[in-house]
């Protein structure tokens, strides 16, 4: 069997010390060819592989989507590969095929976001009311911070059927190729406080929690060791 390619899309400008741990979590526990680093690669990630993009100026939503749809199309990406965040970290060893998960119905999602407002929820809304249009009466979410794999030819039909709706991709990608899955809570800790799964498969992180909080520290002591991908020294 070969093993697909992890692909991650990184927007400009950080240094990325999440995405330092993101590596060397992946090279423990995620076994995989090569990583993709598409947009933006931190010059200490040398030894990942490279697609530019132009992100300047352009929503997240756009560039996420531009590096989806330019993974996608690129010939020397493995068909299926796994889709990550700069954010996603891999606790304990994986199995390939890596599995697909989903996170339950998109209307229970909602019920657990309540009355919040956001750019995140309003997409969400609109995702669910596009696809319910399609036919798809109780969509299911894939809006999970744990890598998706994605086989090519089905993402780049979502994208196309997506085109000009601000939606979630993963969620279409899953329910439009009729993708099940195996349902779980979501990883993403928000807060800098201990209240979170140690025992947890796989972890995400924000900014703050990761720099300042209790999940943090777990994941850089997890993983002390460089990864093959990250050069030595200083620029």
Known sequence: MELPDIVVPVREGAHNEQLRYALRSWTAHLPHRHVWIVGYRPWWAAG?????????????????????????????????????NDDFFVMSPQPMPFPVFNRGPVRQVFAQYGTRSSVYVAAMRETHAFLVGLGHADPTSFELHVPLPVHKEGM????????????????????LNGITGTPMRDVKVARRGPQFDTASPFLSTMPDSFHNGAVGRLIRDAFPQPSPYEKRGRR
């Open 156 to 175: 780049l039909r979502a994208l196309e059927a997506g085109q000009g709706h601000d939606i979630h991709k993963r969620t279409v990608y899953g329910v």
């Open 48 to 84: 990942a592989r490279h697609i530019p993009t132009h992100q300047r100026g352009l929503p997240s939503y756009i560039n996420t989507t531009a590096a989806m749809r330019a993974a996608c199309e690129h010939p020397k990406v493995s068909d299926p590969f796994l889709w990550a």
